[in-house]
């Protein structure tokens, strides 16, 4: 009976620490370390000069303020906030457009729509029933 009630306590208590966890490390987010990574990333993804770095930088802490404050202020209405996401991002890919080279920008806009594709197919292997809005850059073949 001891060891049943012992067994039941353990379990318990795992279950409690499990659960005090942050999940996914979002009750950790930290903004500057989040555009230091994406940063870094862009670095090594798309071999960045060392003029391009600063400026990159800048602008993806620009666009994580503005992110930020969307979230801040949300007003519950997923879809109003969706189309607020989505023009931020293509706010911001127009404004690395001249910062990055042509073969820069179509590697970064490559690399974007891969990594939505995998969120896409992680969200369908949790069984989320929900699909994260199409990736939109801007699109003009000018360039």
């Known amino acids: 009976m001891k060891k049943l009630l012992l067994t039941a306590i353990v379990g318990l208590l795992v279950a409690i620490t499990g659960n005090a966890q942050p999940q996914g490390g979002r009750a950790q987010f930290n903004p500057e370390e989040m555009i230091k990574r994406q940063t870094e990333q862009m670095v090594a993804d798309l071999d960045l ?55 820069q920008y179509t ?22 029933n929900q699909t994260p809005s199409k990736r939109g850059a801007p699109r003009d073949n000018a360039n």
């Open 49 to 103: 000069s060392k003029e391009q770095i600063p400026k990159v930088e800048a602008i993806n802490k620009k666009y994580s303020e503005k992110t930020q404050l969307l979230f801040q202020n949300g007003d519950g209405d997923r879809s109003k906030s969706r189309e607020k996401m989505e023009t931020l991002r293509n706010e911001k890919n127009v404004e690395l457009k001249t910062v990055l080279t042509k073969a």
């Open 107 to 128: 590697k970064f806009i490559e690399l974007e729509e891969k990594r939505m594709q995998e969120r896409r197919q992680r969200m369908e292997e949790r069984g989320g």
